[in-house]
């Protein structure tokens, strides 16, 4: 019983172009998502988060959106960029507990 | 980059044999967190600890145990290994519950 999905396995995009990875989710108690970006051989790395009392959150050429309804959230890159090439995860919690849900991860490849 | 070593990081093992995996932050986090990650299911939750010997079980939490003596070391144990616990498991920390965890870079084990 998958409660987070990553749909796509894998998203190819040109460089300088938006790259959008989606994530949907089953739990309505989940209140707190977050992205990681993981590079081969090394640990998940926080790239941005969102509580559900927002529907956006920016950091530099990173947003996440946040569609409460439909239980849906995306992270727009833009512009994109070669090291931007990675594994993508988002994961969901309640917020205040230390249980994260992940999902099985995009493979984003960034063409030049 | 969050101060947190896995050691070790590669192993190869028999089936039956007992595995400890170690997890050093020096951080001083109260948090800390293992998960392990296998194709197809992104990473999942076997224990976490909130405190020096306060454990809680996570997601997939049978054939493993944890033990947390010191602020700094949280340890994972296989007890007797067996083949569908080939993984590569990640330790993360939070300072708080409910802010992003931090990796460290991984263990890959793999059990024949």
């Not at chain 1, 989710?25 to 590079?39: A, G």
């Not at chain 2, 493993?64 to 003596?69: F, N, W």
């Not at chain 2, 616990?85 to 059990?111: E, K, M, N, W």
């Amino acid at each position: 019983d998958q409660q987070v999905k990553q749909n796509s396995p894998s998203l190819s995009v040109q460089e300088g172009r938006i790259s959008i990875l989606n994530c949907d989710y089953t739990n309505s108690m989940f209140d707190y998502f977050l992205w990681y970006k993981k590079y081969p051989a090394e640990g998940p790395t926080f790239l941005i988060s969102i509580s559900s009392i927002k529907d956006k959150n920016e950091d530099g050429r990173f947003t996440v959106f946040l569609n409460k309804s439909a239980k849906h959230l995306s992270l727009h890159i833009v512009p994109s960029q070669p090291g931007d090439s990675a594994v993508y995860f988002c994961a969901a919690s309640v917020q205040g507990a230390q249980k994260l849900v992940f999902g099985q991860g995009t493979r984003l490849t960034i063409n030049p | 980059d969050a101060g947190i070593t896995q050691s070790p990081r590669h192993k190869v093992t028999e089936t039956g044999t007992p595995v400890t995996l170690r997890c050093h932050q020096t951080e001083n986090h109260r948090y800390m967190y293992w998960y392990r990650q296998d194709p197809g299911h992104g990473l999942r939750l076997i224990h976490y600890s909130y405190g020096v010997k306060d454990t809680d079980k996570g997601e997939v939490s049978d054939g493993y145990s944890v033990s947390r003596s010191k602020t700094e070391d949280f340890l994972l144990t296989l007890e007797s290994a067996t083949s569908s616990q080939t993984s590569v498991y990640f330790c993360a920390i939070s300072a708080v519950g409910d802010q992003p965890q931090h990796f460290g870079d991984g263990t890959r084990l793999s059990i024949l």
